[in-house]
Structures are given as C-alpha cells and as structure tokens.
C-alpha cells in the first residue's frame, strides 16, 4: 500500500536513455511524487544532481538505467558515492549481468529492477527504501537533540552513575566542580565516601530497597565535597536500562541553595523557551509542509492547466491547419467565381449590346412595321377603292351583258335567220 502523503514530499532524479520508457515511466512518477529530474544519460544525470546541490536541493532517491552513453549508471553511482553514501540508488535494466550486479552491491545500491519495469513493485521499493532512511534521519535528529539536552543538563545539573555496590562507574563535570575531586579521584569513590556521615544508614538501605526494585527514588540529600563541606541535592535517582549487561543507577541532582536555585530556575526557564522555540519550529515546519502540499496540488493543477493547454494548442494546431486548408479551398473557389463572374460579365456586357442592337432592330422594325401598317392601310384603301371600281365595271359588264342579250334577242327577232349561221 502506497503512502501517498509520503510520497508527495520525496523528488527523485530519474536517468533513463530510452526516450519512450522515460517519458511513459515518467508520467506516472509525476502523478506521486513531489519532483521528478529526468536525465537521457548518467552524465546529465551527474550534471543535474550536482546543480541540485549546489542550490540545496534535496534528491531523495537516484532511479537509474545502466546501460547508457557518456557515462553508464555504475559510473554515476561511483561519482555520487564520492560525496554521498547514504542516498538511496535503485538500478534498473533489461538484462540481469553479474558484474554489474556485484558493483552496484558494493556501490551500497538499494534495489536492481529488470525490464520491464513493475510499476508497483518498483514504487513499493522507492517508499521501503526512502522511509527507512527517513526514518533514520529522523532518529539521528532525536539522538542529536538528546545529545543536547544531555548536554545542557550536564552544564546544570550534577550527574553520577553507581552499581549495585555503590561504587561510582561515572560522574559529569558539575560533579566534580561541586566536589572538588578530580576525574582520576572519582574512580575511586564510592557513595559512602560522598554521602554526608549524619544520614542514617536506615535511610540508605530504604532507599536502595526502591531503586533495586526498579522504582525511582526522589528527595534533599546531604553530601560532602573533597573538604568534607556539606551541601544540599535535590536528587532522583533510577535504574538504568536493563538491556546493559550490569545494573547501574543513575542519580541526577540539583543544588538546594538560594544561589543554585536561581540558578536552576533560569535554566528551567531557559529549557521552557527551547522547548516553546521548538514547539514553534514544529508549527512553522508545520504551516510550511501545509504550504508545500499546497503549493505541490497548485504545480499539479498547473501540470494539469499546461497539458490542457498543449492539447488545446495541439487542438488549435489542426483547427489552424483545417482552417488554412479550408482558406485555400475558398481561395480557389473564389478565383474561380471571379473567373467565372468575369467570364459571367463579359457574356452579360456582350448580351448587353446583343440587347441593345437587338432593342434597335426591334425599334426598326417596329419603325418599318409602322411604316407597313401605314402602307397597308392605305393599300387597303386603294384596294378597297380598286373593288369598288371593279364591282361599278362589272356591274356595267352584267348590265353591257344583259343589253348585248336584249339586242341580241331583237336582232333574232327581226332576222331569224341568223340563227342558222
């Protein structure tokens, strides 16, 4: 199961010479991980984790191919080796070689991936490995602030260690300010030598009761120096952890008098600003990782913004192309419509005068037509008159007819004869 949350904060540098593994394998790293650094070969690879520290840039995690140009990748684990030992380096290749394999393990790589990669089992790997070195510097933190606070206890308060016989096995440097002995000296003291002689031995033995039952034992106790001057400790002691073969008791103490309560009080005011300065580290580390995680989802959705964009750009590319594709289409066609309308207005210019001539025909025609109405009418009339002269002629005829007739008949009548000839 993956820790995304985990994840989120690592940046790896990812070498890889195969353009298409890299980029397929690194689109999926992106959508995990906080940053990722990609190489095409170890010498960037070199080149780009170099720039990174430089400018302080943490690389949690070193994926890498090794069979690359330039500078291979046990090449490029040896060269980080010499000023990193502890970053995690994961190998990945498409053959298992043995010589490789026992190099990267003396190189102190973490995990040796074939070809094809599994995307789980290698995330799985990047998480195991980072956590764990995570984790690691986290409890050398802790450790250093121990030291620390161990530190400034020892400069406040007096420390010693006793066994079970009462033989001192250590003592700090407040001890032996406070007493007087010398570090030589103190080996050989026991907690008889520094107890004061008036405490009662029935209140010795009640005390070690408590402590070797594995109880804590607080309260004032009364000591004497190198001088055999007495002084007063507020002590508490307790059993050492029993994971150490010898029992040991630690006893830590605070000087009772006015002095070195002031004194302590200032430390314990002291300690209080570290502790509230640290609890206001922890809040600001706090508000920064909400920031980062912030800042990481607005680079996501900014990757997001950017990839919508190129496809919109590559959208935008092919409307373009469609678009200029159409402009010519409708560039040509509209050289052929002016081709078409000029040829168009030269027939309508010629169809024009075709009209106009054929207008002025017509108007000659219709001129001419005129001219023949008129002369047909007239013709008419002088035809008209013609047949009148006609039928007054051929009613002469009819009525010359009729009277050659009748003077035909008379002359019958008056010579008979005529008829036989």
Not at 76 to 89: Q, S, V, Y
Not at 151 to 176: C, E, P, R
Not at 233 to 262: R, V
Request: aromatic residues 8%; charged residues 30%.
């Amino acid at each position: 199961m993956f820790n995304q949350d985990f994840l989120k904060q690592l940046t790896i540098l990812y070498v890889e010479d195969d353009d298409i593994a890299r980029m397929q394998l690194s689109k999926a790293l992106q959508r995990l991980f906080k940053n990722v650094i990609q190489a095409t070969n170890g010498e960037e690879g070199y080149n780009l984790y170099s720039q990174a520290q430089e400018k302080k840039q943490v690389i949690d995690l070193v994926l890498s191919d090794i069979n690359m140009p330039k500078m291979n990748g046990i090449e490029l684990l040896e060269k980080i080796r010499t000023t990193n030992k502890e970053i995690p380096f994961i190998f990945t290749t498409a053959r298992s070689e043995t010589e490789y394999l026992t190099k990267a393990i003396e190189l102190n790589a973490n995990y040796y991936a074939l070809k094809p990669i599994d995307f789980e089992d290698i995330i799985q790997r990047i998480q195991e490995v980072c956590q764990k070195r995570f984790y690691q510097e986290a409890l050398n933190n802790k450790q250093n602030e121990l030291k620390n606070y161990l530190s400034a206890i020892n400069h406040v308060a007096v420390i010693y260690k006793m066994n079970t016989d009462g033989q001192l096995t250590f003592v700090n440097n407040s001890f032996l300010e406070l007493t007087g002995f010398s570090q030589e000296e103190a080996k050989n003291l026991s907690l008889q030598d520094i107890l004061h002689p008036s405490i009662a031995k029935q209140y010795i033995k009640q005390t070690w009761k408590h402590i070797l039952n594995g109880e804590s034992w607080k309260g004032n106790t009364k000591y004497i120096n190198k001088k055999h001057e007495s002084f007063y400790l507020n002590i508490t002691i307790f059993k050492q952890d029993d994971n150490y073969n010898d029992d040991e008791f630690i006893t830590i103490g605070f000087i009772t008098t006015q002095e070195s309560i002031k004194q302590r009080e200032f430390h314990k005011r002291v300690m209080l600003n570290i502790k509230e300065n640290n609890l206001k580290v922890q809040e600001s580390k706090k508000i920064v990782q909400e920031k980062s995680h912030l800042v990481e989802q607005l680079k996501n959705y900014i990757l997001e913004l950017e990839q919508k964009n190129d496809e919109l750009n590559k959208k935008n590319t092919h409307n373009l192309q469609q678009l200029y594709f159409y402009k010519n289409e409708l560039d040509n066609a509209q050289d052929n419509r002016t081709l078409s309308l000029q040829d168009a207005q030269k027939k309508i210019k010629a169809t024009s005068i075709e009209n106009q001539q054929l207008r002025q025909e017509k108007e000659a025609v219709k001129r001419r037509a005129s001219q023949l109405d008129t002369q047909v009418i007239a013709g008419a009339k002088e035809i008209k008159k013609l047949y009148e002269i006609i039928e007054t002629k051929d009613k002469r005829i009819l009525d010359l007819d009729d009277l050659l007739k009748f003077r035909e008949s008379q002359i019958l009548l008056e010579n008979p004869s005529l008829l036989n000839k």
